[in-house]
């Protein structure tokens, strides 16, 4: 069977994992005990910053994911239209395929800011992915899952 030449595919953005009012009111008091530790020892620059950043948290933990279209060709890999050339942007690639809780697809870039790029699998077949990959980038077979996406996932944010 001769090799395809590009993978396309739709996915969320991230993964989503539905809270439940559980998951809110213990998140609420953990947030309540942080925030009340900063008032009782009046250090109200990490006030402040707790209440910023829990803010944003619980906007974020509301927001559902946009679909986004992926394609992967012989240029590289192009996010709902925005490429990412192999030659000078993507450095080196992993699998982490765990299903059901994890199909990811993960690049190293050279971009400052947005270093790790990872992307949901869906149902695309991770052993043909990989073998196309390879053509264009090296794979980073000793690459685990940051200790920051491990906790996030096990709090289902």
């Known amino acids: 069977m ?7 595919w739709k996915a ?8 439940s009012v559980r998951w809110y009111l213990v998140a609420g008091l953990v947030a309540i005990i942080a925030v ?8 109200y620059f990490m006030f402040v910053t707790l209440a910023v950043l829990l803010g944003i948290g619980y906007f974020l ?3 559902k994911p946009k679909t986004i279209t992926i394609t ?7 996010i709902s239209g925005v490429l990412y050339p192999y030659e000078t942007v993507l450095k080196k690639f992993w699998i982490h395929y ?3 809780m994890m199909k990811t697809l993960n690049f190293e870039s050279s971009n400052y800011l947005n270093r ?10 991770p052993v043909e992915i990989r073998k196309f990959l390879l053509q264009n980038l090296e794979e980073d077979l000793e690459k685990e899952e940051s ?5 996030l996932r096990a709090m289902k944010f």
């Open 61 to 63: 933990s509301r927001r």
């Open 2 to 8: 001769p090799q395809k030449t590009n993978y396309s």
């Open 12 to 19: 969320p953005e991230y993964a989503f994992y539905p809270k």
């Open 98 to 100: 765990h299903p059901p």
């Open 36 to 43: 009340g530790f900063a008032l009782f020892s009046k250090d």
């Open 72 to 78: 992967l060709d012989e240029r590289g890999l192009a």
């Open 116 to 125: 790790d790029i990872t992307i949901e699998l869906e149902d695309e077949d």
């Open 147 to 151: 200790y920051l996406d491990k906790l």
